[in-house]
C-alpha cells in the first residue's frame, strides 16, 4: 500500500470502506497517526455520508489527557487484499485519522523528502 507526505507534512493513505458486506466501497484518505492506538477515527460527517451503523460508545483520552466520550460504528475495510470488520471511533475531527491498530504486524516507511509512504 502506497501513500504520500502532503504540503503539510500529513502522511496520507488512501482507504476502502464500506458499512456492509452488500454496499459499495467508498475510498477516502485518512492520515496516518502513530499517536493513536485504535484503527480508525472518522469525522462524523464521514460516518454519516458512509451511513456506518453505530455499535454504541467508548471513553477516551485525547492527546491533551482530556477524557471524551466518542460513539463507535462498524465497517468494513479492505486491508492488504481482506475485508476486515472494524469498530470505528467519531468524532468531531476533520480528518480520518489511521492508527497503530491497523499497523500492527506491517512496515511503515515514510519519506519526508521524497513525499513518498509505503505500508508492507
Known amino acids: 500500500m502506497?501513500?504520500?507526505?502532503?504540503?503539510?507534512g500529513r502522511s496520507l493513505v488512501k482507504i476502502s470502506?464500506?458499512?456492509?458486506?452488500?454496499?459499495?466501497p467508498h475510498e477516502i484518505q485518512a492520515w496516518i497517526d502513530t499517536g493513536f492506538t485504535g484503527d480508525l477515527v472518522l469525522p462524523e460527517t464521514l460516518?454519516?455520508?458512509l451511513a456506518l451503523p453505530s455499535s454504541g460508545t467508548?471513553?477516551?483520552?485525547?492527546?491533551?489527557?482530556?477524557?471524551?466520550?466518542?460513539?463507535t460504528h462498524t465497517c468494513l475495510?479492505?486491508?492488504f487484499g481482506e475485508r476486515r470488520h472494524l469498530e470505528i471511533l467519531a468524532n468531531d475531527g476533520e480528518y480520518?485519522?489511521?492508527?497503530v491498530g491497523l499497523l500492527l504486524g506491517h512496515d511503515l516507511h515514510i519519506s519526508y523528502r521524497s513525499g513518498e509512504i509505503s505500508i508492507d
Open 58 to 71: 467508548v471513553h477516551a483520552i485525547l492527546a491533551d489527557g482530556s477524557q471524551v466520550v466518542l460513539t
Open 96 to 99: 480520518p485519522l489511521l492508527g
Open 17 to 24: 470502506l464500506s458499512p456492509s458486506d452488500v454496499a459499495a
Open 77 to 79: 475495510i479492505d486491508w
Open 47 to 49: 460516518v454519516e455520508e
Open 2 to 8: 502506497n501513500g504520500h507526505v502532503d504540503e503539510g
